[in-house]
C-alpha cells in the first residue's frame, strides 16, 4: 500500500479532507499533518512536514494545498530531495510527474474546483516518469 502525506492551511482545508477521502477509497495510506479545520493557519507549519515525510523516506508522495498553491509549493521544495510541482489541471499534473518526477505536488484550492483537483491527483498518480532527457536535467536539480 502506497502512503501519501497531506498539508494545508485553513484555505486548503476542506479540499484536503475530500482528497483525503478520495485516497482512502482507492487504498491509499493517508498521513494527515493537518490544518485540521478552517482556522487561519500558516502553511509552513503543515506543508513542511509533508515535505520531510517524503525526503525521510516516511511516506512514498505528498500533496499539499493552499488558496493558490504556490506558498505550499516553495516551502515543500526548500526540503531537499523534493520536487513539488503547482498544478492547476491535468495537463501540469502529468507533466510534473513525466519530466520532473514529482514526488510532491500542490493545488490552490481556490484556483479549481473540487472535481478538477480529484482529476489532478488521479492524472498525478497514474503518471510515469519518462527519465531520458528529463533525468539529466532532475540530477542538475539534486
Given at each position: 500500500m502506497k502512503v501519501i502525506a497531506l498539508g494545508?492551511?485553513?484555505?486548503g482545508y476542506a479540499l484536503k479532507?475530500?482528497?483525503?477521502?478520495?485516497?482512502?477509497?482507492?487504498?491509499?495510506h493517508v498521513l494527515d499533518f493537518g490544518a485540521n479545520s478552517a482556522e487561519p493557519s500558516d502553511y509552513p507549519d503543515f506543508c513542511k512536514p509533508a515535505a520531510l515525510c517524503?525526503?525521510?523516506?516516511?511516506?512514498d508522495l505528498a500533496i499539499?494545498?493552499?488558496g493558490s498553491g504556490n506558498g505550499e509549493a516553495m516551502v515543500a521544495n526548500k526540503v531537499p530531495g523534493i520536487r513539488c510541482g503547482v498544478c492547476w489541471n491535468t495537463a501540469s499534473a502529468r507533466?510534473?510527474?513525466?519530466?520532473?518526477?514529482?514526488n510532491m505536488i500542490s493545488i490552490?484550492?481556490?484556483?479549481?474546483?473540487?472535481?478538477?483537483?480529484?482529476?489532478?491527483?488521479e492524472?498525478?498518480?497514474?503518471?510515469?516518469?519518462?527519465?531520458?532527457?528529463?533525468?539529466?536535467?532532475?540530477?542538475?536539480?539534486?
Open positions: 494545508t492551511d485553513h484555505a479532507e475530500k482528497i483525503k477521502n478520495h485516497l482512502i477509497s482507492i487504498d491509499y517524503v525526503a525521510n523516506k516516511k511516506c499539499v494545498f493552499g507533466l510534473s510527474k513525466e519530466h520532473n518526477n514529482a490552490g484550492a481556490r484556483m479549481v474546483s473540487d472535481q478538477e483537483a480529484i482529476e489532478i491527483v492524472t498525478w498518480l497514474k503518471a510515469k516518469f519518462e527519465g531520458g532527457r528529463h533525468q539529466s536535467r532532475i540530477d542538475k536539480i539534486e
